[in-house]
């Protein structure tokens, strides 16, 4: 079955460090990946995304995420973080249906925390 | 211009009482969807609905009825509430082409609370 792995629930990184968040997927064909934020109290807001092509795609925010068929990972990166990144992070998967619809599966999130 | 919006933003209400949330977008997506958001933050497809027919039905309760007037509203019905129906839903659409999928944008959900 597919699944998303986040692996880190709360991550606590100081303001003008880099970051890391880890996403792990279980699909059998070529995924549909995807990065979304949120903020507390507020909706979901695309990063990015990848389909295909380069491995690396960026967002933005000056996020970005590298995709590793061979590790089956998806993970988003930010060389340095500002207090306005803290938030909860998604990665999903998406499921296509024919053309009709698709289906997100979702990781756990992850919460990043930032400090002074 | 707000892309995906849901009213209410909050919704409190008793145990057993019938409620609806509703949903609009403006991008011209030819699908919508319902997902629900439970309170360790998981989140969960309910419903998907492509030009007003239902594509996806998660196992939801039958207490829970969506109804797509047109391709750009998406309203949700919930019957009897229960505790467990405490979470945050959230709306989005997207647009799907034949082999690819589409970009799902969310609404900024609604908050409902059942005491």
């Known amino acids: 079955a597919q699944s998303v792995t986040q692996p880190d629930i709360h991550i606590t990184v100081s303001e003008g460090a880099s970051l890391e968040l880890r996403c792990n997927y279980s699909y059998g064909a070529t995924p549909y990946l995807f990065w979304y934020v949120q903020s507390p109290g507020q909706g979901l807001q695309l990063l990015l995304k990848y389909f295909s092509g380069d491995t690396l795609v960026q967002g933005i925010k000056g996020f970005e995420a590298e995709f590793k068929r061979s590790q089956s990972s998806f993970n988003l990166r930010k060389p340095s973080v500002h207090w306005s990144d803290a938030a909860e992070y998604f990665c999903?998967?998406?499921?296509?249906?024919?053309?009709?619809?698709?289906?997100?599966?979702f990781g756990t999130g992850t919460l990043l925390a930032v400090q002074p | 211009d707000t892309a995906v919006s849901q009213t209410p933003k909050y919704l409190v209400t008793q145990m057993g009482n019938d409620k609806s949330i509703k949903c609009e977008q403006n991008l011209g997506h030819d699908t919508m969807y319902w997902y629900k958001q439970d309170s360790k933050k998981f989140l969960k497809i309910m419903f998907s609905?492509?030009?007003?027919?239902?594509?996806i039905n998660e196992t939801v309760p039958n207490r829970f009825s969506p109804k797509s007037p047109d391709k750009a509203h998406l309203n949700l019905h919930i019957n009897s509430l229960e505790l467990g129906d405490s979470a945050v839903y959230f709306c989005?659409?997207?647009?799907?082409?034949?082999?690819?999928?589409?970009?799902?944008?969310f609404g900024p959900g609604t908050r409902l609370t059942v005491l």
């Open positions: 989005a659409s997207s647009q799907e082409l034949a082999g690819q999928t589409g970009t799902q944008y």
């Open positions: 999903a998967v998406g499921l296509n249906y024919g053309g009709a619809t698709n289906k997100l599966i």
């Open positions: 609905y492509n030009n007003k027919e239902l594509i």
